[in-house]
């Protein structure tokens, strides 16, 4: 599961602390080396195919295994999948309708993430 060719690639905002944190995480849990993470905010960090700069940094993106570029909710889905403590979770985000839920809330999370991520970095400091 670990081989170069059937790696999802994660692109992150490197400058907020809070996506910091969670990439951190989902480094940890990355077992089998199935994750590549891609820091857009570093010189040099190039976000997928077809997604500016500025989008890239406001919202998460995974470029699947299949080369497909997911956004939003998606790619958590594709991120749990590729984790296997986390893949009951994709299995559940499966179900009729949970995945429409989990975009509402992830849209309604995206306004304050800002703040969130502000506050985050005062408490790690």
């Given at each position: 599961?670990?081989?170069q060719?059937?790696?999802s690639?994660?692109?992150?905002?490197?400058?907020?602390?809070?996506?910091?944190?969670e990439?951190?995480?989902?480094?940890?849990?990355d077992?089998?080396?199935?994750?590549?993470?891609?820091?857009?905010?570093?010189?040099?960090g190039?976000?997928?195919e077809?997604?500016?700069?500025?989008?890239?940094?406001?919202?998460?993106?995974?470029?699947?295994?299949?080369?497909?570029?997911?956004?939003?909710?998606a790619?958590?889905?594709?991120?749990?999948?590729?984790?296997?403590?986390?893949?009951?979770?994709?299995?559940?985000?499966?179900?009729?309708?949970?995945?429409?839920?989990?975009?509402?809330?992830?849209?309604?999370?995206l306004?304050?993430?800002?703040?969130?991520?502000?506050?985050?970095?005062?408490l790690?400091?």
């Amino acid at each position: 599961m670990g081989s170069q060719l059937s790696k999802s690639t994660v692109f992150f905002d490197g400058s907020c602390p809070l996506c910091r944190a969670e990439i951190r995480y989902y480094r940890r849990e990355d077992q089998y080396g199935a994750l590549c993470f891609v820091d857009i905010s570093e010189t040099g960090g190039i976000p997928p195919e077809g997604i500016t700069q500025e989008r890239a940094m406001k919202r998460f993106h995974v470029r699947a295994s299949n080369r497909r570029v997911l956004s939003d909710a998606a790619t958590f889905v594709e991120v749990w999948t590729r984790l296997p403590r986390w893949r009951w979770a994709a299995r559940l985000a499966g179900l009729p309708g949970v995945t429409p839920l989990l975009e509402v809330g992830y849209r309604l999370f995206l306004p304050i993430r800002p703040y969130l991520s502000k506050a985050f970095g005062k408490l790690k400091s």
